[in-house]
């Protein structure tokens, strides 16, 4: 997105300073931790505030798979708790976990955003910033038989009749949440008039746009990737800057809208530096492994590695970028 453009776009450009500031995707190259002579952990927990087959549920799964087979964890044991942006199961990890040197979950922009709209009790401040792990750009997709056949029709839609269009895609104030908010602001339409329906993975958005309770799915690639392939659905346009998996951005189609999501992992609040430190080691030394390469391969992820200090002054950039967004976009409480 060029500046002049994000200077009209207003939300663009917060997140545009986003990308460059705190979150270039690849960009960063965060140093390599090795694996060292440390035993490993008789169990790990990996817990999923989202939903079965969900992104973060692809992430913790891969994640588990590299640490094991680096012999960090003798056993990895998965716990999803979806809703409300991952914060239901925020609440969830800090009550039951926050003292337990083996446990992990995933998060991500997703629950930065939910975060910043619900404004619960329990934040990312009661947890540890361990690692970002992936960049990830989404992708607008309609059902086969939809008359919005590209981005020229999808615009046409919306300027004619905004709440004639339903979004579908992740939780309220989430990224796709977002995005479609964004898009709305940048073709000069009432953002808080929008329509959107979240659900918790993307096979719930899939089975909205069926019902025709939505017209247009967002998520990330992988999760649509391959009803891309069969052509059930028929992808309208990316949310990165240029053409992606053979899709053309929607700044290529006339909307200049770029916004990328992100995915990590957090550890417990109250448990030691060193213990902290572990969970950290066992993270790094895991995406250095061939079954995380083949993750990151085989779902269309863009490793984006960062964590220390670097992960936890850009998360905090983050948290602020996302409170300004959700006023901005006029986002509602769920």
Not at 12 to 21: I, K, Q
Not at 41 to 59: F, S
Not at 205 to 231: H, P, R
């Amino acid at each position: 997105m060029d500046r002049r453009t994000c200077l009209q776009a207003g939300a663009g450009a917060l997140f545009s300073a986003m990308g460059a500031a705190a979150f270039a995707q690849a960009g960063s190259k965060a140093k390599a931790g090795a694996a060292g002579t440390h035993a490993a952990l008789p169990l790990l927990r990996i817990y999923i505030p989202g939903g079965a087959g969900g992104g973060w549920d692809q992430t913790g799964r891969a994640l588990g798979a590299a640490i094991q087979s680096a012999g960090l964890a003798q056993q990895v044991e998965y716990e999803n708790k979806g809703g409300k942006g991952g914060t239901i199961g925020l609440t969830d990890f800090v009550e039951r976990y926050s003292h337990d040197p083996a446990a992990l979950m995933v998060g991500g922009m997703v629950m930065v955003g939910a975060i910043a709209l619900n404004q619960p009790k329990i934040t990312l401040a009661q947890v540890t910033p361990i690692a970002r792990l992936t960049s990830d750009y989404m992708v607008l997709v309609v059902p086969a038989s939809s008359k919005l056949k590209d981005v020229k029709a999808l615009v046409g839609a919306m300027q004619q009749d905004l709440g004639s269009v339903t979004f579908t895609g992740g939780s309220i104030g989430g990224v796709d949440h977002m995005l479609a908010g964004m898009m709305a602001r940048q073709l000069r339409l009432d953002a808080g008039a929008l329509k959107y329906e979240p659900t918790s993975s993307g096979k719930e958005a899939m089975a909205l746009l069926a019902s025709g309770k939505a017209q247009v799915a967002i998520s990330s690639y992988s999760e649509f990737k391959t009803d891309i392939d069969n052509k059930t659905l028929i992808p309208l346009a990316t949310s990165s800057r240029k053409s992606l998996y053979g899709i053309p951005s929607l700044a290529e189609r006339g909307v200049s809208t770029e916004l990328a999501n992100w995915r990590g992992v957090f550890g417990p609040g109250l448990v030691s530096e060193d213990q902290k430190e572990t969970l950290r080691r066992i993270v790094i030394r895991a995406t250095e492994t061939p079954a995380w390469r083949q993750s990151l391969l085989d779902n269309s992820w863009i490793g984006a590695l960062l964590y220390g200090k670097e992960f936890a002054d850009a998360l905090e950039i983050e948290q602020g970028i996302a409170s300004a967004v959700t006023l901005m976009l006029k986002l509602k409480k769920s």
